[in-house]
């Protein structure tokens, strides 16, 4: 399952996986990132992975890996439990020049807090 929220301009476009991701969900999030492409030259975007059941970050990666509109990103934060750890360095070979940080669930407005910083 995939939930998108802030989509509107100025606001952080917050991702957030749970369970199993389909092809589906990657095309809405492709969509999503998208439209705020369209609205904003650089993107800020939190992913937040709760109860991640059947991919492992290496699944996720690769199935984002297609989405050409990736490069549009300034800043990530990663909001993720320990069977992500290291999820950031992986990304940021798959997008060169992309600033990324890795919080744990506990630290989610300290990612939304940064996201915010120019």
Do not use: C
Not at 31 to 44: C, I, Y
């Amino acid at each position: 399952m995939l939930e998108i929220k802030g989509e509107t301009q100025g606001e952080i476009l917050e991702v957030t996986t749970e369970g199993t991701a389909t092809q589906d969900d990657l095309q809405k999030f492709e969509e999503a990132l998208k439209a705020k492409k369209l609205q904003e030259d650089s993107v800020n975007i939190l992913f937040i992975f709760k109860n991640i059941d059947g991919n492992t970050p290496k699944a996720m990666l690769e199935g984002w890996k297609i989405i050409p509109h990736l490069k549009s990103i300034k800043k990530s934060a990663i909001v993720a439990d320990e069977s992500f750890a290291g999820l950031n360095e992986k990304i940021e070979k798959l997008i060169p020049g992309v600033e990324i940080n890795q919080y744990p669930m506990e630290k989610l407005e300290a990612a939304r807090e940064w996201l915010r910083e120019a």
